[in-house]
């Protein structure tokens, strides 16, 4: 089902438009917490040449993970013995993306698992009435329910199983947006200068955590916390963490404020402390291709690499937490 049967010259270029995009200066690292890895391993290699590019992931039954294959347009689901099967497959644009902001290619992103199995995950095309949120529910086909406008470029995607609501990151605009899980009109939930770009990216990862959204800014390295309100609204907006360059996805570690977060360019993986303050536990000598999401079982972590700079050896690695 993949669209890439040979290597695509599109592809190839937005793997180094997003590489050359991405080169920024390394931060200088603060001191930081005192966990480290204890072992790490390649659970499954992705075929660059068919589009296979793992964007975004999330947590499904049985050790496995649903991924989005940026470049395939395909919703997989990988089991815990690496073997991978192809759920669904989004529509590919007319125009092949070309009107995408900042990529100039159709960009598959964030994903959120319900309880029943139903799988959402976001969509850019630069084409208003391709672009937003798509469910597949089990057997399906993946449908648009939510439209975004076609300058958005949606990232990141959590589900409120609470209010059955949609919080969606939009790195092009810098807002975070509000949808019901059913489908419907989004709004724009947040906004304001942490969440904005500033030379590429803005608002990018997004968790769910602590009645709160939390939002990375990929141009300016930080981790933001907006409140939410008794009345559902956005609190005011604090900065949680800094330094932290090229961030993209992240995710908690427990029920605490501790995270994990994918710093894509840099290379790296990062473990940011309650207090704001980070260590370094993986980098590409681990087998990083330039980390997108990561996923936390307990003390076990799954990252994932899109290969979006180094254009080779797109993966997803499982690591042990100790300390």
């Known amino acids: 089902m993949s669209r890439f049967h040979a290597p695509s010259r599109a592809l190839v270029g937005a793997v180094v438009v997003l590489g050359a995009l991405f ?4 931060a200088t690292l603060a001191a930081g917490p005192s966990a480290s890895v204890q072992s790490s391993r390649m659970l499954v290699l992705f075929d660059i ?9 999330v947590a499904a039954p049985h050790g496995a993970l649903d991924v989005a294959l940026n470049g395939a347009g395909e919703i997989a689901q990988v089991a815990s013995n690496g073997t991978f099967k192809v759920l669904g497959m989004l529509p590919a ?4 993306g070309v009107n995408t902001p900042l990529l100039k290619m159709a960009f598959m992103a964030g994903m959120a698992r319900a309880a029943n199995g139903t799988i959402y995950t976001l969509y850019s095309t630069g084409t208003a009435g391709q672009s ?6 089990p057997g399906g086909i993946p449908q648009l329910i939510v439209s975004l406008p ?3 470029l949606a990232n990141e995607l959590a589900l409120d199983a609470a209010t059955h609501e949609l919080y969606i990151s939009d790195s092009a605009l810098g807002v975070v947006w509000r949808a019901p899980e059913a489908g419907g009109t989004a709004e724009i939930w947040a906004s304001g ?16 955590h602590d009645h709160a959204i939390w939002v990375s800014n990929t141009d300016a390295g930080t981790i933001v916390r907006i409140p939410i309100e008794s009345d559902g609204s956005a609190g005011p ?14 995710n908690f570690v427990g029920s605490g404020d501790e995270i994990v977060a994918a710093l894509n360019r840099d290379n790296q993986v990062a473990l940011v402390a309650p ?5 370094i536990l993986l980098d590409a000598s681990d087998g990083l291709e330039g980390p997108t999401s990561i996923v936390v079982r307990s003390h076990t972590i799954y990252v994932a690499s899109g290969g979006y700079f180094t254009g080779q050896n797109p993966n997803i690695l499982i690591a042990q937490l100790q300390g």
Do not use: C, W
């Open 23 to 26: 080169a920024v200066p390394v």
């Open 49 to 57: 040449t068919k589009g296979q590019l793992p964007e975004n992931m």
């Open 93 to 96: 644009p007319a125009d092949g």
């Open 132 to 137: 937003g949120v798509y469910r597949l529910e």
């Open 150 to 152: 076609a300058d958005s």
């Open 193 to 208: 200068p942490p969440l904005a770009p500033t030379e590429f990216l803005g608002a990018n990862g997004l968790k769910l």
């Open 237 to 250: 907006i604090s900065t949680f963490a800094t330094g932290l360059a090229t961030i993209d996805d992240f």
């Open 275 to 279: 207090n704001g303050s980070h260590s």
